[in-house]
C-alpha cells in the first residue's frame, strides 16, 4: 500500500514538471501576457488545479472501492 502511495505521489510530481516544461517551450500557450512570469503563473495555476482534480478523483475512487 505504501509503494503505490509513493509511486503514485512520485508521478504526479514528475508529471507536473514535465508538462510545466511542456508549456514554457510553447511560452505558455493558453496565456498571453506582456510579461514572461505572469505566463508562467498562470499556467502553473493551470496545473495545480488539474493535479487537485486528478487527486479528489482518486481519492473518491479509494473510497467507494472499499
Known amino acids: ?3 503505490d502511495i509513493l509511486r503514485i505521489a512520485i508521478s504526479i510530481i514528475i508529471g507536473y514538471v514535465v508538462v ?3 508549456g514554457a517551450m510553447f ?3 493558453p496565456f498571453y501576457a506582456d510579461d514572461l512570469s505572469i ?3 498562470g499556467f502553473t ?3 495545480i488545479c488539474l493535479v487537485i482534480v486528478g487527486c479528489a478523483c482518486w481519492i473518491i475512487h479509494e473510497t467507494k472501492k472499499k
Open 45 to 47: 495555476g493551470l496545473i
Open 27 to 29: 511560452n505558455f500557450f
Open 20 to 22: 510545466w516544461y511542456i
Open 39 to 41: 505566463r508562467a503563473i
Open 1 to 3: 500500500m505504501e509503494k
